[in-house]
């Protein structure tokens, strides 16, 4: 029988701990790291004591009270001491950001794609890889990568990070982890994950999901992806494939064929293409403000882009319905391209939603648009990047401790 945990085991838990809270909260008082640790203040002097040796947190006084008296000193994250590389393989384009401790931008890069065609996973690795050293080039001397994530618009298999399949880009079995780790640095960790899951745990953590614990994210750009949180957690399933909601069919007999090989999946009724056929669009401008210039015609007046906004909101209010029934969120988020079709069509929406799910499911269930808008996805890469160190910032930092290429 295994005793307890040792005091060095406490120790390290305690440290993730407060350095998760700042990195999430900002700057916070001790009293109130105290309180919301349930820790005894001469603990938590040593817990930022050895953070703020390790240079992952600073100790500085608030901005004006308005209260007399000497102020407290806040405890508040570092972000030049730790970053992360946050990467986003999107449909329209590359994103590459470096991200300090606490959630702040530090840089980034964005190579959008000209020719709209499939792109090669090599050519999309060696295009990140040396945006990442081009940021990494530009840190200050004593600052340390702790991670690095990969998002991809398709069905990544977990633990390892494998690219499965992605349908609009088409790669099958592609290990873009390994390859970004042959060209950056072998010893720092490189995860790989569906761009829905990540934008999940983004809204949970940093947007308008802050504060629930069950919460559907549902992302759209081409397809439709939803990253489930539940009890707190994400939900990953056996392989780590679940939330594939765009491919839940909701319309088998009739239903437009879908890149997955199905016919009638949501993402074939709700998603991009589906708006633009119906909005009468020729087919050559897509992407985003494609999407948006529908909504704004809509607005305008235009009665086929009004038809399209009703179509592809009955779609999305029946996929969100069957959700609703059967995950029982009390908050689902939207964001990409579906973001602005929701504020197209939220009437539609909310009225399939009336009729589909249960009176008791959709009682108390909220509808919301992304606060964190085009960045979703990479601030959501940035936190999967950070879990390693914020779960053991010490041993973490003292083994990665070195600049890249050395």
């Known amino acids: 029988m295994?005793?307890?945990p040792s005091q060095e085991e406490v120790r390290q838990h305690n440290l993730g701990a407060l350095l998760r809270h700042v990195h999430y909260e900002g700057p916070t008082s001790r009293a109130v790291l105290a309180a919301g640790l349930g820790l005894n203040r001469s603990t938590i002097l040593g817990l930022v004591g050895d953070l703020a040796a390790a240079g992952l947190v600073r100790e500085e006084l608030p901005?004006?009270?308005?209260?007399?008296?000497?102020?407290?000193?806040?405890?508040?994250?570092?972000?030049?001491?730790?970053?992360?590389?946050?990467?986003?393989?999107g449909v329209e384009r590359l994103s590459?950001?470096?991200?300090?401790?606490?959630?702040?931008?530090?840089?980034?890069?964005?190579?959008?794609?000209?020719?709209?065609?499939?792109?090669d996973p090599e050519r999309v690795a060696d295009l990140l890889a040396g945006s990442a050293r081009?940021?990494?080039a530009r840190t200050p001397e004593g600052s340390t990568c702790v991670g690095v994530a990969a998002a991809v618009r398709g069905i990544v298999r977990q633990p390892d990070g494998l690219v499965s399949l992605t349908p609009n880009m088409g790669w099958k079995g592609v290990d873009l982890a390994g390859a970004l780790t042959a060209r950056l640095r072998p010893d720092?960790?490189?995860?790989?994950?569906?761009?829905?899951?990540?934008?999940?745990?983004?809204?949970?953590?940093?947007?308008?999901?802050?504060?629930?614990?069950?919460?559907?994210?549902?992302?759209?750009?081409?397809?439709?992806?939803?990253?489930?949180?539940?009890?707190?957690?994400?939900?990953?399933?056996?392989?780590?494939?679940?939330?594939?909601?765009?491919?839940m069919t909701v319309n088998p007999h009739q239903g437009r064929p879908c890149g997955c090989g199905a016919r009638g999946c949501l993402e074939a009724e709700a998603g991009e293409r589906a708006l633009l056929e119906a909005a009468g669009r020729d087919g050559r401008t897509t992407g985003t403000e494609a999407v948006r210039s529908v909504v704004a015609a809509a607005d305008l007046g235009d009665v086929t882009a009004r038809a399209a906004l009703h179509r592809v909101g009955d779609w999305l209010g029946i996929g969100i319905a069957n959700l609703a029934n059967l995950l029982d969120p009390e908050l689902v988020v939207?964001?990409?391209t579906l973001r602005d079709v929701f504020l197209g069509s939220a009437a539609q929406v909310r009225s399939r939603i009336n009729t589909n799910a249960l009176a008791a499911v959709r009682e108390r269930?909220?509808?919301?648009?992304?606060?964190?808008?085009?960045?979703?996805?990479?601030?959501?890469?940035?936190?999967l990047a950070f879990?390693?160190?914020?779960?053991?910032?010490?041993?973490?930092?003292?083994?990665?401790?070195r600049p890249f290429g050395r």
């Open 2 to 4: 295994r005793a307890g």
């Open 63 to 89: 901005q004006e009270t308005g209260r007399a008296g000497r102020p407290s000193l806040v405890v508040s994250p570092e972000p030049a001491r730790a970053h992360v590389l946050a990467l986003d393989v």
């Open 96 to 119: 590459a950001a470096l991200v300090g401790l606490g959630g702040a931008f530090l840089d980034r890069r964005e190579h959008p794609w000209s020719d709209g065609q499939p792109q």
């Open 134 to 136: 081009e940021m990494l």
């Open 188 to 247: 720092v960790p490189v995860q790989v994950a569906n761009e829905a899951n990540l934008g999940a745990l983004a809204e949970h953590r940093r947007g308008t999901g802050r504060g629930s614990r069950n919460l559907v994210y549902l992302h759209g750009e081409i397809g439709i992806g939803a990253g489930v949180i539940t009890a707190g957690e994400l939900l990953r399933g056996e392989r780590g494939y679940a939330g594939e909601i765009g491919h």
């Open 334 to 336: 939207l964001g990409g």
């Open 365 to 383: 269930l909220r509808l919301r648009v992304s606060e964190l808008g085009d960045d979703t996805v990479l601030i959501g890469a940035a936190e």
């Open 387 to 401: 879990s390693e160190v914020l779960a053991r910032p010490l041993e973490t930092l003292a083994r990665l401790a």
